[in-house]
Structures are given as C-alpha cells and as structure tokens.
C-alpha cells in the first residue's frame, strides 16, 4: 500500500507541480495516474521512488515514509518502466535486463537465468538475448524495459507513460500483454498517462488530476465514466464517455432474437412469411454459422432457397458471453442491416441485436 | 613533362628505399625515424587521454569547473608549438619529454572536450532509469555514462592522433620530431626535396594506419553502437 | 618571478615599439600573413563545402582528403615551397592555406549536411530553386558551423604563422627564433605572449561574428 500524506512539490520559482496530495494506492491493483501535461501525475509517481522529495508532507509505502530509506537501495526494491524505455545502449538485452539483480550482488549466472526466465514472460525470443538495444523495434524495447523492472522481483513497478512513444497497434498489444501479466503478477502497479482511454483499460482504480496538481477525482473506472466530479473530469473523460461506459456492462445481458434467423434451405416465400413486418432476415448454415442478411422485399414471392440468393454480408459479430454492450452496439451501428450478429465462442450465431433491443438494454444501465 | 614528373617520382622512392635502413647503424634511415616519430605521439596522444579522462569526468561532475578548464587548454592551445619545444629545452633538454609534453598539452584541445560532450550526451532516459534502478552517483559514472561515452572519446582520439602525428615535425626545430628530422635536416638543410616528400608521405601514411587502428579498436570495444 | 619582471621589463622598453622589428610592425605581419592565409582559404574552402555539402557529388572523397590533409607536417610543406619556390611569402602562406582548408572545408560541407531534410522540404515545397535553398536556407543555417571551423583554422593559423621567422621572413615568430639563437628566454617568452594575445583577439573576434550571424 502506498500512501500519499498530503504530499507537495513546490519549486523555488513558485511553480507547484503537486499541491497536498492525500491518496491511497491498493496493493496488487494497478492505479492509473491520469491527466493533462502539467498536472503532477509524472512528479507524484516519482515521490514513490524518491526521483522527486516532497517539499511537503509525506509519501509512506506499507507505512514507512521513504524518506527512512536510503534512495539508492529503495529503489533496487521499485521497478520502473519510463516512455523510451531507458536500455543501456552499452548492454545486451539479457545484461539490461539483469542489471538490477546484478546492482544486489546475485551472481552472474544467476541473473542471467532469471533475465532469460524474464524474457520469456514478456514475449521476447530467446534468440534476442545477446542483441543491443538499438536493434530491436519500439515494441520490444519496451518488452525489454517491463522485464528489467520485473528482473528483481519487485512488488512495486512504477510506469511512466511507457507505451506512448509506440505506434498504436503495438501500445494495444503491450496493452494486453500487461494486463495479462499483471493477472499473473499482482504487483502494485502505478501507471502514468495522458490519454484516458489507456487508463481506463488498464487501471483498477483512476486518479484524474488536474492543472497545478491537485486530485480531481479518485475512482473506479467505471464510476468515473457514469459520474465525472465536475465539468473539469467530464470534460477530461470525453463526451462520448456514455458510449465508452458501456464496455463495462457484458452483453450476455441482451436477449438476442431468434425469429429471424433462417437456415440457408428455407425458402424464400416460407422466410418472408415467417418475418412479419421485420426487414431482415439472417441467413445461416445448416451448423448455424452466419452467412449473410437477406432483405425482405426481395424475399416476397420468390421460391428458391435463402442460400441461393445474393445476400448482404453480416458484417462484424459480437460475442455474447464475452463481450462487454460497447462491442454489441458497435457491431449493430456498422451492419449494413442495422442489426448486430451475436455469436457463441465457436463462431455460431446465437440470434440478433436490434438497434431498439440495445437502446432498451442501454436505457435500463443509465437508470 | 609527363617523363620529368615520373622521373622526379622515381627519384623520391628511390631515396625512400636506399635510406630506409642502415644495416650497419641502427640510428641512420627512415625507419629509426619513423619509430621515433610513433613513440614521441602515441606516448603523447596515451598521456593526453590519461589527463583528459579525469579531468573530464571532474569537469561533467562539477560543472562550474568546465568552463575556467577549457578556456585554460583553449589559451594554452594557442601557444605557438616552436615557442613551447624551445621553452621546454631549459628543463628537458633533448629528452623526448620536451616534445610529448607540449604536445600532449595540444591534445587536451581535442580530447577533454570530447570526453565532456560524451559524458553528457548521454539520454536523460538512460540516466535517469539508472537512477531510478538504485545506482549512485559513482557508480553510475563509471558503469553508465562512461562506457555509453566512447564512442565520442574515440572519436575525439582518431582526431587528436591526425594532429598529434601532423604536430611532432615540428620538434625537429629542437633536434627531435622522428619523421620532422628527415624532412628538415636531410631534405632542407641540403636543399634536397626527396626527403621532405618522403617524410611528408611517411607522417600522412603513419596517420592514416592509426586513424584505421583506431576504428578498428572502435569496432571490437563498442559492439552496441548504431552504424 | 625573474622571467615575469624580465618580461615585464621586455614590454615596457620604448625601443621595443618603433621600428622595422617593433612590436607594431611584427605585429603587422603576423596579422597580414594570417588575414591573407585565412581568406585564401575561407575563398577556396567555402564555395567548394557549399557545393559539397548541397549536392552530395564528391561529400565523402572531399571529406576523407581533408581529414588526411591535416596529417600534413606543416614544416614540411613549408620547406617544399621554398625549396620550389624560394624565400618569401609564397611558402608561408601555402603552408597556412594548407593547414586552414581542411576545418572550413569540413565544417561548410558537414553544416550544409546537417540542415534539417523537413527544412529543405519545406524550402523546396515553398517552390524554391536549387540555388535559393542554398542561399536563403543552408548557407544561413550553416553560418555557425563555418564560423566555427573558421575559428579553428584562425587559432591555427596565427600560432602557426611563427614558423615565417623560420624561412627568413618577419612576423611575431622572429621573436621566438631570434630568443632561441640568442639564448634570450625573455624575448622568446614574449614573442609566445604576443602570439596568445593575438589568438584570444582572434577567438574573441569570432564570438562577435558568430552573435552577429544570429
């Protein structure tokens, strides 16, 4: 656990870069930093690890200030990650990585079965061992970066903005590739960022600090979409927060339409029937897999099977038991039918989303 | 023309080759001359490191220290090198030192600042991860920033030697100067041009083989560096 | 304390200022020497860098000789020329123009280099001509590093500029080979003080240039 006592960094020229700061960051939760350039998240992430000392107040880890400690052997027991990843240009990736271990006197072979150990974690090849930083890309430097503030073990990893100098597909990989360490790991993990999209996939808890450092608002991700503090948060967060809360509510909620589902043998007359008054009509294989929506005016009258008509692609799916109202609505709003496809883990379709069925589901979250 | 030309060619490399070596006196030719001539600026060029290092590290340490130091070598960098050999000659007399000590003087012009600028160009994202991985201040000198430096310091090196092998001819005027030797008393005191092209050609081609020397150096102590 | 009162003593001699080997007068060649050596090579070694250094034709073949230009025992290019050439001004200033063209050269090519291609982009997106970029954009830009190797070659050339005493013409060096045949330390040592002096000058000359090139 660590704690903020009314922590403060106020510079000789005036400038305050954190003003009394109180907060608390939970053990084994990851705990976004975020907010504008100039907010003080940077300058309080590095009070943890004595980077900056505190003109004010105090910061505690388990209770002890660490100012009690000395800074050089705190830090060896802190990982940190920063945005260029910091290698050692002079060292190997193994050395890098090792270099920690090496700093509190394990022995050579050791640290390096620990920085192989390590590479294999963060999805290096072993094969990159013996190269040098400079060539490796973005991505992997930053892989290289996560493992050497892992190499020692320690429970503490601080990152500041690490992921923002990688181009976007690689951040959301590393993305992923830390939230999955981290459901291995449990470490208390500290991230800085500007960009609240980022926070909100990866923290458990957000602290939104505003312009001339002070604490915004301090929440669940979620809490903080539905009920930003005041204008300042709200604006932060963005205007499309609505639609981004809904990545928190799973889609296993809706209740998908089967009616309109037709198997690729039915004939088109006997389907035009069926439909009633709706407009669509999804065609699927005889193994329920999705092969296209037919519309019903080309249907009336007609006696072929659905399978052999020219059908409009389905366009994206959404996975009912995994995912969240945000990807149900997305699929629904890009269907040229209108409609969202939601299918099992296998691929096979369960039944179909109307943009009115999700505009129910969302209006009963808003309540 | 054309046949004169060759003819004056000829000439010169035919008293290169009957003047490299004497086999029955050791200190007569060019070779004796040219040895000379690699001792006086390697010793020169290793002592200039030798200061240079130090005090370069004292100076990105301390860095109000820097500019007093460097506008100090920068003035003693301006001592014509004729005038220091001379003054040197009361202390050292012929000695070698009279040459290696001015002239590992003019290498600080080169070196210290090399040093320094390597030091500090150093990322402040590197430095600042190894503080943030618990080095100290000493530490983090000597396992960071100096080795992350050498590539700067050699090159600050490759240029000092060029001027350093340019500069020892100039300790002939005192009676040292290796190659200087054969270009002055052989080629200008006989009024003879032969030596002075061969002695200029020897220094070019001693300077060129230390430049390759010490890119190859370069190549095997810095592996990590982009090329 | 001896040399320094000595020296002292040397500088305040009123006999010391007038004359054909004055102070005023060897201070006059020296400076004309180094001026002429200085502008030969700044004529013949800017042009050539600019031209380098915007068309990339001959960068590194021009760049690799100059660097081993400056391997070139001075002394001995000195003397060739006099043996070619005989005594006067000619060798000396070859002998400057040799040592000065390889820094000018050097940094003209490696200033032109260096601009910024989002620059040149720029320049050329504005719709200017090859010559125009040249002009208006990389010889601004690069102004700096010439003055700097500029600067170099000065400090060079007026500490080399001694060795004209050697070949039997004037300047401030006749001081230090004169002292040294007459085993006149103070003399010698003034002679070095003077040439300092004029290299301070020269340097601080250049910082006025280069604030003024701003």
């Known amino acids: ?367 | 023309m054309i046949a004169d030309a060759w003819d004056w060619v000829a000439r010169v490399v035919e008293w290169g080759v009957t003047n490299w070596s004497h086999p029955g006196d050791p200190e007569r030719g060019l070779l004796p001359r040219l040895t000379e001539h690699m001792r006086l600026a390697y010793l020169s060029i290793l002592i200039g490191l030798a200061v240079a290092l130090p005090v370069g590290l004292a100076c990105a340490r301390w860095k109000p220290l820097y500019p007093p130091v460097l506008t100090g070598v920068n003035v003693l960098y301006a001592v014509p090198s004729i005038a220091l050999f001379f003054l040197m000659l009361p202390y050292t007399g012929f000695s070698d030192w009279t040459a290696i000590v001015p002239l590992s003087l003019y290498t600080l012009v080169i070196l210290l600042p090399n040093v320094v600028d390597g030091l500090r160009q150093v990322p402040d994202h590197v430095r600042q991860s190894a503080v943030a991985m618990g080095f100290g201040p000493l530490r983090r000198l000597v396992r960071v920033e100096t080795p992350v430096a050498v590539p700067v310091i050699i090159a600050g090196l490759r240029v000092a030697s060029v001027a350093t092998i340019s500069m020892v001819s100039v300790a002939s005027l005192v009676g040292l100067g290796g190659l200087g030797q054969v270009i002055l008393s052989d080629g200008f005191r006989r009024q003879f041009d032969a030596p002075i092209v061969v002695g200029i050609v020897l220094t070019v081609a001693l300077a060129f083989v230390t430049d390759a020397l010490l890119v190859l150096a370069q190549r095997l102590l810095t592996p990590w560096a982009r090329r | 304390m001896d040399i320094l009162t000595g020296l002292v003593a040397w500088f305040a001699d009123p006999a010391q200022w007038t004359g054909g080997s004055g102070i005023p007068a060897r201070m006059g060649e020296h400076v004309y020497y180094s001026l002429l050596g200085l502008l030969l090579s700044a004529v013949v070694a800017v042009p050539l860098g600019l031209f380098t250094g915007h068309t990339g034709v001959g960068g590194f073949l021009t760049t690799s000789v100059a660097n081993f230009a400056r391997a070139l025992p001075t002394i001995g290019v000195l003397f060739l020329i006099v043996l070619a050439a005989g005594i006067g001004l000619v060798p000396v200033v070859c002998a400057l123009v040799a040592l000065a063209v390889p820094p000018i050269l050097v940094n003209t090519h490696e200033g032109v280099r260096g601009v910024e291609p989002s620059l040149r982009d720029a320049a050329i997106g504005m719709g200017m001509r090859g010559h125009q970029v040249l002009l208006r954009l990389e010889l601004p830009v690069a102004t700096p590093l010439i003055l700097m190797g500029m600067r170099t070659a000065a400090v060079q050339v007026v500490a080399t500029a001694t060795i004209a005493a050697y070949v039997g013409v004037g300047g401030l060096g006749r001081y230090i080979v004169d002292g040294q045949a007459r085993q006149d330390l103070t003399m010698m040592l003034g002679g070095a003080v003077l040439v300092v002096l004029l290299a301070v000058v020269t340097t601080l000359l250049f910082a006025g240039l280069r604030r003024l090139a701003r």
């Open chain 1, 1 to 367: 656990m660590i704690t903020f006592e009314g922590a403060a960094k106020l510079y000789p020229d005036g400038t305050v870069a954190v003003d009394h700061l109180d907060m608390t960051v939970e053990t084994g939760q990851t705990t976004v930093f975020v907010g504008p350039s100039g907010s003080g998240k940077t300058t309080s992430l590095r009070m943890i690890n004595r980077m900056v000392e505190p003109t004010g107040g105090a910061v505690l880890i388990d209770g002890e200030d660490v100012r009690q400690r000395d800074p050089a052997v705190l830090r060896r027991s802190i990982g940190y990650v920063i945005q260029q990843a910091g290698l050692f240009p002079h060292r190997t990736v193994r050395d890098n990585i090792a270099t920690v271990p090496l700093l509190l006197g394990w022995r050579r072979a050791r640290a390096r079965a620990r920085a192989e150990e390590l590479m294999e974690l963060v999805g290096l090849e072993p094969s990159q061992a013996r190269r040098y930083p400079h060539q490796l890309s973005g991505g992997q430097q930053q892989r290289v970066g996560v493992a050497r503030a892992l190499a020692a073990d320690p429970p503490i990893l601080l990152m500041d903005e690490p992921f923002s100098a990688v181009d976007p597909v690689v951040r959301a990989s590393l993305q992923d590739e830390l939230l999955r360490l981290q459901r291995e790991l449990h470490k208390t993990i500290v991230f800085v960022t500007h960009d609240i999209d980022e926070a909100v996939r990866l923290g458990d808890r957000i602290a939104v600090f505003r312009p001339g450092g002070t604490l915004a608002q301090y929440d669940s991700p979620e809490r903080l979409l539905a009920e930003p503090s005041d204008s300042f948060v709200e604006s932060f967060v963005g205007y499309d927060r609505g639609v981004r809360r809904l990545s928190f509510f799973p889609a296993s909620g809706l209740s998908p339409r089967q009616d309109v589902v037709f198997d690729e043998g039915t004939s088109a007359g006997a389907a035009a029937d069926a439909l009633g008054g709706e407009p669509w009509a999804l065609v699927v294989t005889g193994d329920r897999m999705p092969l296209g929506w037919a519309s019903a005016t080309r249907l009336a009258g007609a006696d072929t099977p659905l399978g052999a008509l020219e059908l409009v692609p389905y366009g994206h799916t959404f996975a009912v038991d995994t995912d969240s109202l945000r990807a149900a609505l997305d699929a629904a709003v890009l269907s040229p039918a209108g409609r969202a496809v939601g299918v099992d883990a296998d691929g096979r379709v369960v039944g179909v989303v109307s943009q009115d069925d999700l505009g129910t589901a969302l209006w009963s979250v808003t309540e």
